[in-house]
């Protein structure tokens, strides 16, 4: 007899209280219902339901087997349930946040790929350099840049941000180039602001060798990386911002790397989902789908 089953036909006997009252819920005889106990009774070597003519009761050993049934069933449906979602087709509505520049110049053109291999989801991206609140807003997945506090959410490290410091050859050409960090000091250095909170005062460099804190500033601030590399652009300063927002820029030359020999401290990424034992097929497909694009 399957273990499984006899187990949990001894678990219904053993609430019901009969096995004329198990054999009726489950749909068979009294008479299957005592020979998968009795089974059970055999392989284990000890007597689990004390049966009378008149009536049954657990013995001491039973009630301690009847937990661990329950226990064993309950993680078998859990499994079983498991199974199922893993086979089941990712579909619905995908809502996601993502940093601005993260999500305009790396995940948005990297979701084609995602739709086209699922084609009954759908993605709602929001853009934004706030902090948002997985849960009481209503996302499915967040990705995150920056140093994460202790939190309840699943984190999954993605690849460090790089962050390099360029301008335009326009701007180099009518205020010189840096040749050592101390030297943004006498340079317009625009600053990236967001949500009521100021430029950092400093920008952290790090060479093959050592680490410098460099004050720097300027009169223009702007809350967006692609505002700041739009003004980088016009030649109004120094910025310092990902190289994904830049890679195309300096490789036409309209953009210069500034002191190539340091970059900032890499921030780190990660893609955080709330802790549900059992996430949806279309929450794991994009898990998956972006720990192996960016992971």
Same mark, same amino acid.
Request: aromatic share 6%; charged share 25%; proline share 9%.
């Given at each position: 007899m399957d273990r499984l089953t006899s187990m949990a036909i001894f678990a219904k006997a053993a609430e019901a209280g009969s096995f004329a009252a198990a054999g009726a819920a489950l749909g068979m005889s009294s008479q299957l219902v005592g020979k998968h106990v009795r089974a059970l009774e055999a392989r284990y070597g000890m007597q689990l339901i004390n049966r009378t003519t008149r009536r049954q009761s657990l013995t001491e050993a039973? !009630?301690?087997?009847? &937990?661990?049934?329950? %226990?064993?069933?309950?993680?078998? &449906?859990?499994?079983? %349930?498991?199974?199922? *979602?893993? =086979?089941?087709?990712?579909?619905?509505?995908? !809502?996601? *946040?993502?940093?601005? $520049?993260?999500?305009?110049?790396?995940?948005?053109?990297?979701? %084609?790929?995602?739709?086209?291999?699922?084609?009954? #989801? =759908?993605?709602?991206?929001?853009? $934004?350099? /706030?902090? #948002?609140?997985?849960?009481?807003?209503?996302?499915?997945? #967040?990705?995150?840049?920056?140093?994460?506090?202790?939190?309840?959410?699943?984190? /999954?490290?993605?690849?460090?941000? !790089?962050?390099?410091?360029?301008? $335009?050859?326009?701007?180099?050409? %009518?205020?010189?180039?840096? /040749?050592?960090?101390?030297?943004?000091?006498?340079?317009?250095?625009l600053g990236f602001a967001y949500w009521g909170r100021p430029p950092e005062p400093e920008w952290v460099l790090t060479g093959e060798r050592t680490t410098t804190n460099v004050r720097v500033g300027g009169r223009l601030s702007i809350n967006s990386g692609q505002g700041l590399r739009m003004a980088a652009l016009a030649g109004l300063g120094i910025i310092l911002q990902p190289l994904e927002l830049l890679d195309d820029d300096l490789a036409s030359g309209r953009l210069v790397r500034v002191l190539p020999g340091y970059e900032a401290p890499p921030l780190p990424v990660h893609l955080l989902f709330s802790p549900d034992r059992r996430p949806t097929p279309k929450l794991r497909s994009f898990i998956d789908f972006v720990t192996a694009t960016f992971g």
């Open positions: 039973g !009630r301690a087997f009847y &937990e661990g049934c329950k %226990a064993v069933l309950a993680e078998a &449906e859990a499994v079983e %349930a498991l199974t199922a *979602n893993l =086979q089941a087709v990712p579909r619905g509505t995908l !809502r996601v *946040n993502a940093p601005v $520049s993260f999500g305009a110049y790396r995940l948005a053109p990297a979701l %084609a790929r995602y739709l086209a291999d699922h084609p009954e #989801v =759908q993605v709602e991206l929001t853009l $934004s350099d /706030r902090v #948002v609140d997985l849960v009481d807003e209503g996302y499915d997945a #967040v990705i995150r840049i920056a140093p994460l506090p202790d939190s309840r959410m699943i984190a /999954r490290p993605l690849t460090p941000y !790089r962050l390099i410091v360029c301008a $335009s050859p326009a701007y180099l050409a %009518a205020r010189g180039t840096p /040749r050592r960090p101390e030297d943004l000091a006498d340079h317009e250095c």
